[in-house]
T-cell receptor
Framework: GENVEQHPSTLSVQEGDSAVIKCTYS??????FPWYKQELGKGPQLIID?????GEKKDQRIAVTLNKTAKHFSLHITETQPEDSAVYFC?????????FGAGTRLTVKP | SAVISQKPSRDICQRGTSLTIQCQVD?????MFWYRQQPGQSLTLIAT?????????ESGFVIDKFPISRPNLTFSTLTVSNMSPEDSSIYLC????????????FGPGTRLTVL
């Protein structure tokens, strides 16, 4: 089955800096790669996703890149703000069989 | 995106009892999923719930322990049976629709503590 690895497990940045979270997956059949943000006491919120026919996608300060050959994808957050502090999960999916990474706790220091 | 609500939001239960968690979606979804999330950990899929058929359980999860109902396209329940302290966790439901092509939207979760 699919195995998703996520790094780093914790990340601390200064407000205004960029943050990068990386994930690798094992199943070459995976074709959908979402990123979720989870704040304390809340459910995961979909923030951006990318499909296997696209290499990069951007939405304001958030971007995701996908390298299908190397089976890895990354989340980039620019101009970080304290409200970006949360746990971020990557996931890889093949026809609704979705597997999650272990999560990255991002702390943005004001 | 679909809006998903769960009841209860949290509960404290005695070992040996059972708790049923409800998941309501504000629109029809073809597939619903139940996850477990231990504090500080990632999400582990318990089962996939489809209307009109039995739920499909992941390895390590069985129907006798986690019976699931899916009576229609907007509602599902998960029961945690004969609870023990090891069942203390956050339980999350999510839904997806074919038209949204694999996008899963999550409820706020149910925080369960078993004493």
């Amino acid at each position: 089955g699919e195995n998703v690895e996520q790094h780093p497990s914790t990340l601390s940045v200064q407000e205004g800096d960029s943050a990068v979270i990386k994930c690798t997956y094992s199943d070459s059949a995976s074709n959908y790669f979402p990123w979720y943000k989870q704040e304390l006491g809340k459910g995961p919120q979909l923030i951006i996703d990318i499909r296997s026919n696209v290499g990069e996608k951007k939405d304001q300060r958030i971007a995701v890149t996908l390298n299908k050959t190397a089976k890895h994808f990354s989340l980039h957050i620019t101009e970080t703000q304290p409200e970006d502090s949360a746990v971020y999960f990557c996931a890889a999916s093949n026809n609704n069989d979705m597997r999650f990474g272990a999560g990255t706790r991002l702390t943005v220091k004001p | 995106s679909a809006v998903i609500s769960q009841k209860p939001s949290r509960d404290i239960c005695q070992r040996g009892t059972s708790l049923t968690i409800q998941c309501q979606v504000d629109s029809q979804v073809t597939m619903m999923f139940w996850y477990r999330q231990q504090p500080g950990q990632s999400l582990t899929l318990i089962a996939t719930a489809n209307q009109g058929s039995e739920a499909t359980y992941e390895s390590g999860f069985v129907i006798d322990k986690f019976p699931i109902s899916r009576p229609n396209l907007t509602f599902s329940t998960l029961t945690v049976s004969n609870m023990s302290p090891e069942d203390s966790s956050i339980y999350l439901c999510s839904g997806t629709d074919r038209s949204s092509y694999n996008e899963q939207f999550f409820g706020p979760g149910t925080r369960l503590t078993v004493l």
